[in-house]
């Protein structure tokens, strides 16, 4: 017997940061897809709401899936949005499948966190940055809680590595010139600039540095956790920046799953966004199956008992935090794609409180290395 359930799925298709929304979008309903082609089992009904990237459109957008007897939502794509509709979702007793990468400091029983804290992704590739490229740093974000505690948490593992912030600097969303900045950033002889602007902002960020850097023959690393695919067509050749990007997947030659979606698909590459979200429904899909009802206590039961096998390996979903265990990869833009630079060995548990993470590796980058004593050799 078939098993016919609700899902919400909350995302914009329009805005300044479209792109990753529509590719997170676009997972999640082709995961949708795949699930309801099984026979028997599960069969997923979709309710879609399309805030169009004005934040208070999303309140009303949850608003009216749960009217509708939704009791799962898998999307938001900013912070500010998926913080908007918790006390929605926390009064309602249903769950939001949250699928991006976002500051940490937050743990909702509302929420299933499936793209990636602090520890995750940005403490990993601060460590592995600060000792390949130097210790001095520009941080630019977006004027709203992910640029804001992102940086934060930059700036702290810096001063533990006696490293140096040169300048800070926010922007609102849309935001596209950025001259003055830029200026000062070359001034300031730094060795890296974290970029935690969000959607179009960060597109005309990275052109404007590129062509300034071209102008003074110098080549920038350029630093992001939100980074992903689904943006690079957004921008030219950064003949003069080094884009890397952390996160939990990355589309590279071989791979299984994004191969097999492009033989059902139109040959596009993937991004974490795609398959963060597909995963959240997957394991939605896979539940409920199991337990034979959507509710939602239930669900996170069952799917806190062990580990699952998902696109991006077999990974757990921590009992205390309702966050999933991740691989991490920090990867570089290289003509069109990226390509894997650096791969943490074991898959990373969720603190996203940064309670129980050493800095003790940040503290040994600030020691002075060691003096090698200049010998002679005497015959």
């Keep these: 017997m078939t098993l016919e359930l609700s899902i919400g799925v909350l995302y914009s298709t329009s805005g300044t940061y479209q792109r990753i929304s529509r590719h997170a979008r676009q997972g999640a309903l082709r995961a949708v897809e795949e699930v309801n082609r099984q026979p028997g089992g599960v069969r997923l009904v979709?309710?879609?709401?399309?805030?169009?990237?004005?934040?208070?459109?999303?309140?009303?957008?949850?608003?009216?899936?749960?009217?509708?007897?939704?009791?799962h939502v898998v999307g938001t794509t900013t912070s500010a949005s998926r913080k908007d509709i918790v006390p929605d979702l926390e009064r309602a007793g249903a769950l939001l499948w949250y699928?991006?990468?976002?500051?940490?400091?937050?743990?909702?029983?509302?929420?299933?966190?499936?793209?990636?804290?602090?520890n995750q992704n940005l403490v990993p590739l601060l460590e592995y940055v600060l000792r390949a490229y130097g210790k001095r740093g520009v941080l630019i974000g977006s004027n709203y809680v992910w640029g804001w505690e992102s940086n934060r948490i930059a700036r702290e593992l810096i001063d533990a590595a006696a490293g140096e912030v040169i300048g800070e600097k926010?922007?609102?969303?849309?935001?596209?010139?950025?001259?003055?900045l830029i200026e000062q950033i070359l001034a300031s002889d730094s060795d890296f600039v974290l970029n935690n602007l969000l959607g179009e902002s960060s597109y005309f960020f990275l052109e404007q540095l590129n062509t300034a850097c071209a102008r003074v023959g110098r080549?920038?690393?350029?630093?992001?956790?939100?980074?992903?695919e689904c943006e690079l067509p957004a921008?030219?050749?950064?003949?003069?920046?080094?884009?890397?990007?952390?996160?939990?997947?990355?589309?590279?030659?071989?791979?299984?799953?994004?191969?097999?979606?492009?033989?059902?698909?139109?040959?596009?590459?993937?991004?974490?966004?795609?398959?963060?979200?597909?995963?959240?429904?997957?394991?939605?899909?896979?539940?409920?199956?199991?337990?034979?009802?959507d509710d939602p206590e239930a669900v996170l039961t069952w799917l806190q008992r062990g580990p699952q096998e998902t696109p991006l390996g077999r990974l757990a979903l921590q009992s205390h935090n309702n966050h999933l265990t991740l691989p991490n990869y920090i990867a570089e833009a290289q003509a069109g794609r990226f390509e894997v630079v650096y791969?943490?060995?074991?898959?990373?548990?969720?603190?996203?409180?940064?309670?129980?993470?050493?800095?003790?590796?940040?503290?040994?980058?600030?020691?002075p290395a060691p003096v090698v004593p200049d010998l002679k050799v005497v015959k």
């Design 343 to 367: 791969r943490q060995p074991n898959a990373i548990e969720a603190d996203p409180y940064l309670t129980g993470s050493s800095m003790v590796r940040f503290h040994d980058l600030a020691a």
């Design 235 to 293: 921008i030219s050749h950064l003949s003069h920046l080094r884009l890397l990007s952390s996160g939990p997947w990355f589309d590279v030659p071989g791979n299984a799953f994004s191969a097999q979606q492009r033989v059902r698909g139109d040959g596009q590459r993937f991004s974490s966004c795609y398959t963060c979200a597909y995963t959240a429904v997957m394991l939605l899909a896979r539940a409920c199956e199991a337990i034979g009802d």
């Design 219 to 228: 080549r920038l690393p350029v630093l992001s956790c939100n980074f992903t």
């Design 46 to 71: 979709v309710h879609e709401a399309d805030p169009r990237g004005q934040l208070e459109a999303y309140h009303q957008g949850v608003e009216s899936l749960l009217r509708r007897g939704v009791r």
């Design 170 to 180: 926010y922007y609102h969303f849309g935001d596209s010139d950025f001259a003055t």
């Design 99 to 118: 699928a991006s990468p976002y500051e940490g400091f937050e743990c909702s029983e509302s929420v299933v966190y499936l793209g990636g804290s602090p």
